[in-house]
């Protein structure tokens, strides 16, 4: 079992965790981000920031758009990995978010559910580093799951085939934090590994958003940019200001 408060820098680094989301794959990167940058009508060459960027699917595509893009983790395998595209406008770096920022950019992206990780304070903390990130009229965006319908829809177990992998996943929501143990069996040997996250709904984001100086300016419930419906989105989609 992994530490519970080490669990995103354990879990992320393994080959699993890319192999269990590789259904989440670039063509669903690109769709959101041709989408989001559509609405958003960015300049071209405005600097952006991916964080955490992963393998940096989204950053790549952005890179693509003309953009001057900046991607970071916390994970060295997923860094090293994405510095195979970099180029002179695509750099990556590690970075762990809950430290302030080396410099300043016109867009923070926070992509991929990867906010939650932490208690409330930090939580507030990660957003702070990411307002102070931002140069003046700069817009922040986290793209979150919409916890109203996790909840109304929870599936408590289930298995995941993945290749010749049988991921066994269990959900359970308690005192306002989800958790989801993986559990597998390859190559002669056990693993388990937990994700946790905290169900932060859309009036939390924009109380714990007031606190760190920001403002939501526009929310949708998919990657196609759709209005957010409390009941039936799949994501919270959140643009700040």
Known sequence: MQKKDLWYQSWFDTPFY???YKHRDKAEAERFMTNLIRFLD?????????LPCGKG??????????????GADLSEKSISAAKNFENENLSFFIHD??????????AVLNLFT???????ENNIAVLKNFVNALNPF?????????????????????????????????????????????QFDTE???YEFEEHLKCIDLNKFKEMGETAGLKIKHTFGDY??????????????????
Request: aromatic letters at 10%; zero cysteines.
């Open 57 to 70: 699917r989204h950053s790549v595509f952005l890179n693509k758009l003309g953009y001057r893009v900046f």
């Open 114 to 120: 990867s906010f939650g990780y932490f208690d409330e």
């Open 97 to 106: 978010m809950l430290k302030p920022l080396p410099a300043k950019y016109d």
């Open 224 to 241: 196609d940019l759709n209005s957010y419906d409390e009941e039936n989105s799949e994501r919270l989609i959140i643009i700040f200001e």
């Open 18 to 20: 890319h192999q269990l």
């Open 188 to 190: 002669g040997r056990s």
């Open 42 to 50: 960015l300049p071209k060459r405005s600097k952006i920031l991916d």
């Open 138 to 182: 700069g817009i922040i965006v986290i793209d979150f799951l919409n916890i109203q319908k996790v909840r109304n829809n929870l599936v408590p177990e289930e298995v995941v085939r993945r290749d010749a992998i049988d991921f066994k996943i269990s959900r359970s929501i308690d005192n306002n934090n989800l958790t989801k143990r993986i």
